[in-house]
Structures are given as C-alpha cells and as structure tokens.
C-alpha cells in the first residue's frame, strides 16, 4: 500500500497550517517525519487522516484519490494513526478502548502482554485514570495490532519512560518487518535515527528535506534543521 | 391505607409514563445533545399509528412494532435531512426542531382534522392489587414500559451499538479515527430515539383524545425528566422518572395538582443549576 500527497494544503478556520507538502509512504518502510513545534506536523496528521479538510492538493491511497474520504473510510481501506493527545476515549474503559479497534475480549490479553505488564488485567479500568505514558502505550497498542497497512503515529514517545521508548521501538520495527508501513513524527531523535528508512524535515508546513537515512549527511542536515 | 395505595400505584403509572415519553429523548438531547422540540410530535405520531392500527381492525398491540419501525424511519430521515448540517449548534437545532413541530402538527391536521379521535382500551376492567382496584391497562402498561425501557436501556450499555454511540459521544473525531461510521451510528441512535417516543405514544394512546396537539403535554414533562436524572447518562431517564412521578404524586395528594407541577420545575432548575458545576462527561 502507498500513501500520496501532493501538494497538500490545510489550515484551521481559514489559517493555513500547510504549505504544500508532497509526500509519499508505503508499506514496509518506515518514515521519520521531523520539525520543531508548531510546523504542521500534528495538521498533517489530521489532514491525512481526513480530520481536516484539504483545502489545495491531492491525496491517494494506492492511486485512489482519497481527498475527500471520511476517516473511517480511511481507516477500513488500511490506514490508521495515533494522536499526539486525547489518543483514548477517556471515559471509557481499557478495555472497550481496545474492543472499539476490534480486539474483542478474548482477543485483548495477548495484546496488552505484548506492552508494560503493568496493563495486562486491567481491562475494566478506565483510560483516563491512566498514568501518561500508559495511555500512549494502550494507543500505540491499538494501531500496531490491527492489521492496518500504513499507520501514523504522532509523537508516540512523548512522555513515555526511557525503557517503553525502546519496547515502543521494537514493536514499530515488528510492524515494518511484518511488511507495514509507518510514518513516524517524532521529536525523540535517537529513536527516529534507529528506525527510519528516510527521513522527511518540515518547517513552516512545507517539506525542506527528505533523504534516505543512509545519506551520510542528513543527521548534520537534520541537526542544523533542528537547531540540536 | 387504600389511599396510599392508589396514590404507589398512580406514581408507578406516572413514573413508566414518564420514563417511556422521555427515553428517545434521553438519546437524542442526553447523549447526542440535539434539544429536538419535535420530540413531542414523534410521541403524536406513534398515537396516530395506534389510532391507525385499530382503526384500520388490527390487533391494538401490532401498533407498538408498527410505530417503532414508522418512527425509526421518521427519525432517520430527520436526522439526515434536517439535523446531520447542525450538530453543535443548538440554537439552529431549537429553531430547525421547533418548525419541524409545526409542520408536524399541521400534517397531522390535514391528514386526521382537528377533531380528536378516540384510541380504545385494550384491555378494558379493573384488577385488583392487594386489595386495591386499578385500572387493568394502566397495570399493564407499568409492566410493558419497563420492559420496553430496560430493553433500550441495555441495548445502549451492553451492545457493541452502545458502545459505539458512547465513543462518539466522547470524541466524535476519535470514533472516526477508530474506524467507526459515525454517520451511520447517529442516523441508528436518532432512529431509535424517534421509535421510542413513537412506542410511548402507542402506550399513551389509550389514556388520552388522540389530536394533533398531544405531544405538547408530554414535551416539558420529558424535558424535566432528563433535566432532573441528567443530560449525560441514560441511566438518568429512570432517575429523573421517578424523582418526577415522586414528587409529583406526592404533591399532588397533599397539596394540589397545580403546585406538583411547580415543585417538579423547582427540582429541574435547581438540578441545572448543579449539572452547571459539573463537568459534561458521558456515561450510560
């Protein structure tokens, strides 16, 4: 599966957040997207995922133009995203947070055994109550283990202890090695240095780098981007 | 003694009256957040399917399947026409709604007249409940707007559909996000919102004359109901039913018929007053 974006433009109430970013991800890889706060990394998810409307530009899904797809459709052709907050339903419980991804009870175990054991038997409480971290995780938990081919995952290591960084990791790089696609934004460099196959840099909502992560000078690049 | 009895008894008849009128508008205004001022005119359309039904030489009871599939439609189709463009706008919703009524109202007029016209009873005569003569059909519908209640009460709470409404209740961005088609799962939760006041005029039908203004008795009623048990849980409606057939049956025989309505009004606005302090989280 390859996702497309062309051109793309979006904004909130009028206010352009995007510039025309052009962009492509596709299964098997995985994509680091990178930029100080405040470019448009958060909007790009939205846009992509259809929560904001594309005001200029194109966006395909394998060819298909999905500009003006509902999320939900979206979702049920095989992409998928984490939010880099109100990633769960609050006041709901762990449990039907993960029955609402399609994990159904009997289902639910093997995928909360696969993070921190410290959510493991913990179905029946509610998601708000949980620490930060614990609900990154659980919403982590809820993209890798659906069988979506491309999923977005914003800032999935904000606020998370060092040690559920790496498990994170790994279960991203499970997810590429099992053939999908992840279009990673991240402000946890390290983690991104290890995982990606590319690297996409973002400033003021357009595209000012994009390299392989093998190009021997895009960590300089990126680092000068970044003002680390 | 035989008072206080009749009085239990009145109060249960009100409190599933209450309950049953007021239950698709738990759906629509507590978890939605749509005010549908026609709710009143679905609870008329369903007297009208009763009236229909009977008239028509039918078994009175086929009048409670007929107008929940009548009004799911109609609910459906309102909700995709009229209330799909105006979420999170309740002063439209108040205005769209409140014509909606009236257009209702008048269709009635031209389709049935103004005349009222007369719903039998059933299941006419009295029964005698520890020692104390009450109306059969009264009884009976204490009994079959409970069941009807707790049946939509757990569809709601133990359903994946339950479950679904209560994620886009939360975060309607998020349930979308998750795969969910919000668009579908509203049209179904206003549909049954809709049947239901459609099943409570059925229900009600019996009791009262049947004309195009009935639903504006029940509208305020149900209105204090959800009021009083809380906008943001369906648990509420049964609640809310009977503090309001409590205090209004208790009021009513020591005091006075004019002064239960008053107190009932109190009681709503002081429990606005307190949701006011409260935060709007959603449960079921």
């Known amino acids: ?228 | 003694m035989e008072a206080l009895g009749i009085e239990l008894l009145n109060g249960l008849g009100l409190f599933a009256t209450l309950g049953i009128v007021a239950l698709g508008l738990g759906i629509v205004f507590g978890l939605m957040g749509v005010i549908n001022l026609a709710h009143g005119e679905f609870v008329m359309i369903g007297a009208y399917v009763a009236y229909l039904v009977q008239d028509g030489g039918l078994n009175y009871w086929l009048a409670i399947p007929a107008a929940a599939v009548v009004l799911f439609f109609v609910g459906s189709a309102v909700e995709m026409v009229l209330i799909r463009r105006i979420y999170q706008k309740p002063e439209l919703t108040i205005l769209a709604t409140f014509g909606l009524s009236i257009v209702l109202r008048q269709l009635a007029e031209i389709l049935f007249s103004k005349n009222s016209r007369k719903v039998s009873n059933p299941i006419p005569g009295a029964t005698d409940v520890f020692g104390i003569t009450f109306p059969t059909y009264r009884l009976v519908l204490i009994v079959v707007a409970t069941l009807i209640v707790v049946a939509v009460l757990l569809l709601f709470t133990k359903s994946r559909f339950g479950l679904t409404v209560r994620a886009i209740v939360a975060n309607r961005g998020l349930a979308e996000s998750s795969g969910i088609r919000t668009s579908v799962a509203n049209i179904l939760a206003f549909g049954i919102g809709a049947a239901a006041a459609g099943v409570a005029g059925v229900l009600v039908a019996p009791l009262v004359s049947v004309d195009s203004q009935i639903g504006l008795s029940y509208l305020p009623g149900a209105f204090l109901v959800v009021i009083v048990g809380g906008f943001t849980r369906l648990w509420g409606v049964v609640i809310g039913a009977a503090i309001v057939a409590a205090v209004q049956t208790g009021v009513t025989h020591y005091v006075d018929a004019v002064w239960a309505q008053i107190a009932a009004l109190v009681l709503a606005v002081v429990m606005l007053q307190l949701s006011r302090s409260g935060s709007r989280e959603v449960t079921i």
Not at chain 1, 136 to 143: D, E, R, S, W
């Open chain 1, 1 to 228: 599966m390859r996702l497309n974006a062309t051109n793309l433009h979006a904004g909130y109430g009028g206010v352009p957040a995007l510039h025309g970013i052009s962009m492509e991800i596709q299964s098997g890889e995985i994509v680091a997207l990178v930029g100080r706060n405040g470019v448009g990394k958060t909007t790009l998810v939205k846009t992509l995922m259809g929560l904001l409307p594309v005001t200029d530009g194109e966006l395909l899904l394998d060819d298909q133009p999905i500009t003006n797809w509902a999320p939900s459709k979206r979702v049920r052709a095989g992409l998928r995203a984490t939010f880099q907050e109100k990633g769960l339903f609050q006041e709901l419980t762990v449990g039907e947070n993960l029955r609402l991804n399609g994990f159904e009870p009997n289902a639910q175990d093997a995928v909360l055994e696969q993070f921190p054991k410290s959510l493991s038997g913990r179905q029946s409480q509610r998601a708000g109550t949980l620490s930060g971290g614990e609900q990154k995780m659980l919403a982590a938990a809820c993209a890798l283990k659906t069988d979506a081919s491309l999923i977005i995952m914003d800032e999935p290591t904000e606020g998370l202890q060092p040690s559920n960084v790496e498990v994170l990791g790994d279960h991203i790089d499970n997810a590429r090695s099992a053939g999908r696609g992840v279009l990673l934004i991240e402000q946890h460099i390290a983690l991104a240095n290890r995982l990606a196959d590319r690297f996409i840099v973002v400033e003021k909502g357009r595209v000012v780098e994009a390299s392989p992560a093998d190009d021997p000078t895009i960590q300089t690049r990126i680092k000068k981007r970044l003002a680390i």
